[in-house]
């Protein structure tokens, strides 16, 4: 089980996090993700919660201008490197931020934030972060957020009430007027374990689109 110690900082709890291994995610863009961006004209997005940078690296490859951020400097210093090998380095800004200081400043096109959950007890005011960076968005930008919406049998958090998709935006407490809700809805992902179990699990998948009148 991974969770943080007494008194560890946000940052230190990530970065022991991604210390256990030299790869901590498949490098794989988010499945969701390309569903939403592979028809969207290329712009500026931003990444939140971006981790060793494979979501950014997809975008930029398509064209993207993309700024990623991460509290980890372990995963940042990962993201940087493999973006210098693959060539992609001018196109993606990787930010090493704590969100709860502030998102980037924008105008985006694009924000995606992709199991952008925190543990407790790290303090981090999700909702705050996420309208933020919604409003950072252009009239006519998307707005992705993918939760976790259940757990497998072998997560330690697999009694956990995960909020459902509504809960989520209501949060956010966004104008109803300014934001039309593209995609909202729970999702089936099929997942392996770390002994090859198979399971299925849900993934709250939103999509908004900030109307160009707003």
Same mark, same amino acid.
């Given at each position: 089980?991974?969770?943080?110690?007494?008194?560890?900082?946000?940052?230190?709890?990530?970065?022991?996090?991604?210390?256990?291994?030299?790869?901590?995610?498949?490098? /794989?863009?988010? *499945?969701? $993700?390309?569903?939403? &961006?592979?028809? !969207?004209? +290329? #712009?500026?997005? @931003?990444?939140?919660?971006?981790?060793?940078?494979?979501?950014?690296?997809?975008?930029?490859?398509?064209?993207?201008?993309?700024?990623?951020?991460?509290?980890?400097?372990?995963?940042?210093?990962?993201?940087?490197?493999?973006?210098?090998?693959?060539?992609?380095?001018?196109?993606?800004?990787?930010?090493?931020?704590?969100?709860?200081?502030?998102?980037?400043?924008?105008?985006?096109?694009?924000?995606?934030?992709?199991?952008?959950?925190?543990?407790?007890?790290?303090?981090? /005011?999700?909702? *705050?972060? $996420?309208?933020?960076? &919604?409003?950072? !968005?252009? +009239? #006519?930008?998307? @707005?992705?957020?993918?939760?976790?919406?259940?757990?497998?049998?072998?997560?330690?958090?697999?009694?956990?009430?995960?909020?459902?998709?509504?809960?989520?935006?209501?949060?956010?407490?966004?104008?109803?007027?300014?934001?039309?809700?593209?995609?909202?809805?729970?999702?089936?992902?099929?997942?392996?374990?770390?002994?090859?179990?198979?399971?299925?699990?849900?993934?709250?998948?939103?999509?908004?689109?900030?109307?160009?009148?707003?």
């Amino acid at each position: 089980m991974h969770t943080p110690e007494p008194g560890e900082a946000a940052p230190d709890f990530w970065d022991r996090l991604y210390r256990r291994s030299d790869r901590i995610w498949s490098g /794989n863009v988010n *499945a969701r $993700l390309a569903e939403v &961006a592979v028809d !969207l004209p +290329p #712009g500026r997005a @931003l990444d939140l919660g971006c981790g060793e940078g494979g979501d950014a690296m997809w975008l930029a490859e398509r064209g993207w201008q993309v700024v990623a951020t991460d509290i980890s400097p372990v995963a940042i210093e990962r993201a940087r490197e493999d973006a210098r090998a693959r060539g992609l380095a001018e196109r993606i800004e990787f930010v090493r931020t704590d969100l709860a200081d502030g998102v980037p400043a924008g105008p985006f096109d694009l924000v995606s934030a992709h199991y952008f959950h925190v543990p407790e007890p790290l303090a981090l /005011n999700r909702s *705050a972060v $996420l309208r933020a960076a &919604a409003e950072a !968005l252009r +009239p #006519g930008g998307h @707005l992705l957020i993918v939760d976790h919406g259940s757990a497998p049998s072998w997560s330690e958090h697999h009694d956990y009430p995960f909020p459902g998709a509504d809960e989520v935006l209501d949060s956010l407490d966004l104008d109803v007027a300014q934001w039309q809700r593209v995609r909202v809805e729970a999702v089936d992902r099929d997942v392996a374990g770390p002994d090859g179990q198979k399971a299925s699990v849900k993934d709250n998948v939103m999509l908004l689109r900030r109307r160009s009148d707003s």
